[in-house]
């Protein structure tokens, strides 16, 4: 019995999808618990849990298509984004299949770059002086509804849950922070603009989220999980500005931000080491992107479509009511795919930088 319930923890504690890779931005979202998840023991009626996931990533890999650019990191002209993010997440237990939870983000998000500022050629940026934005502060909350399909209580072996949400524009989609640009005569001048699409705590759109995590027992120690999630975002554009107030704005330039779709999918294998002391390891492969198109509305915006797989390993401890989940996605295979706007214009391809690996941290709390 304690083999199954470390099998529902574990199938709990993975499906805390925390997203997110440098340019492409996959902003930081977990994916609701159900009642059988993230404890020791089943989720009954009345009952509520706590979680806080955590994850830190440094971006400086520039990739056009699936073609690492390594030249970027020689001159010292490429982008550098790091990111600590947090997720505190609350869950009800309706029944003993049917729970709600609400997830709210809090980022810090800095940004490095020359491009951005005085520009990456030695004419305008001779001593190729690197400048930094920054944004933090709450993203886009979620509040998520998941069932079990199957009845827990009966199916401790091998189950899945059906979850459906909305997004709420709660982030600052927004941020301003000052450019550096540089006169003829060398000297320093601001603007104020938007920050990158990649650090803007929010998207602007309110989405609908749709998910599934199951398991299933294989051996006597060892289960399959699986997870899996895709936001929909109807809104096409928001009102943060792609072109600075200084540039001549032309047809060709794209003026929005886009507010895009994203999704994210786990697989892998779950072993208990020790029942009795608690301790569980995972190993799986794990793929989170943005798509060129959104499957509801427009994609006219700028954004930077792409993919990421990894390999993740991870370890769990687990007491009567607390659990501890840590994980280290490495980055297999990285992609800036062609945009809906790349797509326009014969040759264009933009590039996206990427992260090697993320660290990756849950603790819950049941009540």
Avoid at 3 to 31: E, N
Avoid at 162 to 176: A, H, I, R
Avoid at 318 to 347: C, E, H, M, W, Y
Wanted: hydrophobic share 35%.
């Amino acid at each position: 019995m304690k083999k199954y319930i470390l099998t529902l923890l574990f199938v709990g504690v993975i499906s805390s999808l925390v997203l997110g890779q440098g340019c492409v931005a996959v902003r930081h979202m977990s994916c609701s618990v159900g009642t059988g998840a993230n404890s020791s023991s089943m989720m009954h009626p009345g009952q509520w849990q706590v979680s806080m996931g955590f994850r830190s990533l440094h971006s400086y890999k520039h990739y056009v298509g699936a073609v690492y650019q390594p030249q970027r990191e020689a001159a010292g002209t490429n982008v550098i984004n790091d990111q600590q993010a947090f997720d505190l997440g609350v869950t009800y237990s309706v029944t003993d299949r049917f729970s709600v939870a609400f997830n709210l983000p809090l980022t810090f998000n800095s940004r490095s770059s020359l491009y951005e500022h005085y520009g990456n050629a030695l004419s305008a940026n001779p001593l190729q002086k690197r400048f930094y934005t920054n944004s933090n502060g709450i993203g886009d909350a979620r509040l998520t509804a998941s069932y079990w399909v199957l009845d827990p209580l009966k199916h401790m072996k091998g189950n899945f849950s059906l979850g459906l949400g909305v997004k709420l524009p709660t982030g600052n989609w927004n941020v301003q922070d000052e450019f550096h640009r540089r006169k003829s005569d060398g000297t320093d001048y601001t603007i104020t603009k938007a920050v990158d699409q990649s650090i803007q705590l929010g998207d602007g759109g309110v989405g609908i989220n749709l998910e599934i995590q199951g398991y299933q027992q294989l051996f006597s120690r060892t289960s399959l999980y699986y997870n899996g999630f895709y936001m929909l975002n109807p809104r096409n554009v928001n009102s943060a500005s792609n072109v600075a107030p200084d540039r001549v704005v032309t047809d060709e330039m794209v003026r929005y931000m886009s507010s895009p779709d994203q999704y994210a999918g786990r697989v892998g294998l779950n072993y208990v080491v020790s029942a009795k002391a608690g301790i569980g390891a995972t190993l799986g492969a794990r793929i989170e992107g943005v798509p060129a198109y959104d499957l509801v509305g427009g994609s006219d915006g700028f954004r930077r479509p792409g993919f990421i797989f990894s390999v993740e390993p991870g370890i769990s401890y687990s007491t009567a009511k607390n659990t501890f989940f840590v994980s280290v996605p490495v980055a297999t295979q990285r992609n800036r795919i062609k945009s809906a706007n790349d797509r326009l214009t014969p040759g264009k391809h933009g590039d996206a930088a990427f992260a090697d690996y993320i660290i990756s941290a849950t603790v819950t709390h049941r009540f």
